[in-house]
């Protein structure tokens, strides 16, 4: 019969027949390895929607909602990440990082708007 090695360390399985690993360190171990490219990117893009929903509600104040393009590019602002897109009746668009809003108008200006979340 057969000795079967671990899948991440290479020692000797003792135990089930359909044993991969030598114990939870190795299993854990290789499926962090397995899993890390996917996980990495899903996080840096997470983390930039978040910075960007940030930066949106920081802009977003009481008083006015018009804010300059430089600013939010100063802010660090990255306009290639958004949740989702939404188009009004009068065919103005939006483009949404998670509840807040934004749409571009004239003199390099956007208008930040925040959807109600219920």
Not at 2 to 13: F, N, T, Y
Not at 68 to 92: L, R
Request: net charge positive; hydrophobic share 30%; with cysteine.
């Amino acid at each position: 019969m057969e000795k079967k090695l671990c899948l991440e360390c290479g020692e000797k399985i003792s135990g089930r027949a359909d044993k991969k690993f030598c114990g939870d360190m190795c299993r854990n171990a290789h499926n962090n390895k397995l899993n890390s490219d996917t996980t990495n990117y899903v996080r840096n893009v997470n983390n930039i929607l978040r910075r960007n929903r940030r930066i949106l509600e920081e802009l977003s104040t009481d008083t006015s909602n018009r804010i300059a393009v430089q600013k939010m590019v100063d802010k660090g602002f990255n306009f290639y990440y958004y949740t989702h897109t939404s188009t009004q009746k009068n065919g103005k668009m939006f483009t949404f990082c998670y509840e807040f809003g934004y749409q571009a108008l004239d003199n390099h200006l956007y208008l930040i708007v925040k959807r109600d979340v219920k």
